[in-house]
């Protein structure tokens, strides 16, 4: 059960930081003055590296070792999980994506509008969605 508490508590973490960074997006997507540009970066920058990714790497490591622990003996027999790896792999890209987006503000080379970041804001939340119902349901 520790295995699974720290597994949470770093998703909390993890989704936290994939909730709130496209939302900073839109807002920088929107800004056009230097010292909000500048703002947005820091704060951009610090999510990212300071709580998004060890929240995500530490989400991960936990996950792996529960699912080495105990859940691997079911593996070959529960849809669920397979889906659930699946979106995991989903979530791992889109965070790709937002150290790329971090990047290209850094650099003040985004090519997207603040439209844009908004509709890339509601991926997470479908994903968390999905993840919990299978995990707690296991429909499959």
């Known amino acids: 059960m520790w295995l699974k508490a ?15 960074l496209p939302r900073l997006f839109v807002y920088h997507a929107m800004s056009d003055d230097k ?17 998004m990714t060890p929240g995500a790497i530490l989400t991960i490591i936990f996950g792996t070792a529960m699912l080495i622990d105990y859940a691997w003996t079911t593996f ?5 999980l ?4 699946a979106l995991i792999l989903v979530l791992i890209i889109y965070h790709v994506f937002c150290g790329k987006y971090v ?5 003040d080379n985004n090519q997207h509008s ?13 994903i968390l ?12």
């Open 82 to 85: 397979h889906i659930k790896l």
């Open 6 to 20: 720290f597994h949470l508590i770093f998703m909390v973490t993890w989704f936290a930081g994939l909730f709130y």
């Open 114 to 126: 603040h439209i844009f970041y908004r509709w890339f804001n509601e991926a997470p939340v479908l």
């Open 76 to 80: 070959g027999q529960d849809l669920w």
């Open 35 to 51: 010292i909000s540009n500048e703002r947005f970066k820091i704060m951009e920058r610090k999510l990212f590296y300071g709580i």
């Open 103 to 107: 990047v290209d503000f850094k650099n």
């Open 129 to 140: 969605i999905a993840i919990i119902i299978l995990a707690s349901v296991k429909p499959f």
